[in-house]
């Protein structure tokens, strides 16, 4: 069951990545410019958590 919740994630980054490509080239259909958005502002959460990860056990003075 968890390799299957994996793969699809996997396939939705891949799809995700995709259409960010697509949409790059400027002649991405609408739905793809959504999730070319999408996959990018979860870049960018995903991103930031991380900073704050790091930030928080760098302070603790766990490096």
């Known amino acids: 069951m968890l390799v ?8 939705l980054v891949i799809g995700g990545c995709a259409c960010v490509y697509w949409e790059a080239r400027g002649d991405a259909p609408r739905w793809a410019r959504v ?7 979860g870049s960018e959460f995903a991103r930031s958590a991380s900073r704050t ?11």
């Open 35 to 41: 999730v070319a958005k999408a996959t990018l502002l």
């Open 53 to 63: 990860s790091r930030s928080r056990r760098s302070s603790m003075g766990d490096d």
């Open 4 to 11: 299957l919740i994996l793969a699809v994630v996997v396939l």
